[in-house]
């Protein structure tokens, strides 16, 4: 199927304004572009570290919206003009102008999985799609099956793969494993196929809880095994109190420099003595912010590993 995208030029002023006026006109999805950079408050909230490049704030933004029905193009069109024409009076709406493009109907959600083929990830860990095949497996190969559905956690992120080679290293069959941020589950599936006793995994994405049951389901974890929670452990008493203390030889976080901060300072309580935190997710912009929490928490920094641009920080309550 077609659509016909049309893409309004505005102002930030009248940005606003004019998504409830196409609202009202029973416009839905949106876009919004412009040069305007996001607080710090925002970005927390967003869970990103690295911001893209801006060209400098000119005041304009470009509002984009499809539509189906291009028998009644005209009349929209005629519509939103005639809208404009009357914000005009109370707000600065830029140049108002609207231009038209085609555009198919895309499955945006699953169209990634071409790109998503199986990998090694150490000697015999092998990550491999659900839906892909494998052409050779060697007799000591472990291969892990995911399909992160909307959730983070493909495997083939260098933060992921340090997380993945750290819990090779350091695990063993008496290990209790914490999760935080488990994404697809990803680490935790991991960590019992290679042996650990269970795992209990926490997230605060519901997609994340789902994704992870079903990558559970399809590489025959146990639920008696793999425990998965939904919540901010930081801070969700709730959250903590399920959670257990001095239950965990070994907590992965696999977040970002902003968040293990925090959970820096008060995941120790869930750890054994002598539990290991290995964290990864980390920008080397922010290595040396993250470093300086984990030893001010009273870690002691047993590793620090990088691959690419990313950091694995792994550190001894």
Sequence with gaps: MKWTKLSLRTTTEAVDLVSNMLSDFGIEGMQIEDNIS???????????DILP???PDDGTATLSFYIEDTANLGKTIEKVVKGLDELSEYVDIGEGTISTSETEDTDWINNWKEFFKPFRVDDNIIIKPT???????????????IDPGTAF???????????????RKYLNNTSKILDVGCGSGILSIIALKLGAKSALGID????????????????????DDFTIISGNIIDDGKVQERTGLEEYDIVVANILADVII????????HMKPEGLFITSGIINTKKEEVKEAILSNGFEIVEINEMGEWVSIIAKC
């Design 153 to 167: 956690g493909t495997g083939a992120h260098e933060t992921t793969k340090l997380c993945i080679l750290g819990l």
């Design 204 to 223: 605060i994405d519901p997609n994340a809880i789902e994704a992870t049951y079903e990558n559970a389901k399809v590489n025959s974890i146990s639920k």
């Design 262 to 269: 925090p959970l820096s300072g008060m995941i120790k309580q």
């Design 131 to 145: 839906w892909e095949s494998l052409d050779e497996v060697r007799e000591d190969d472990l291969v892990i099956e």
């Design 38 to 48: 996001i607080t710090e408050e925002e970005k927390k909230e967003m869970f990103i």
């Design 53 to 55: 490049e801006l060209d």
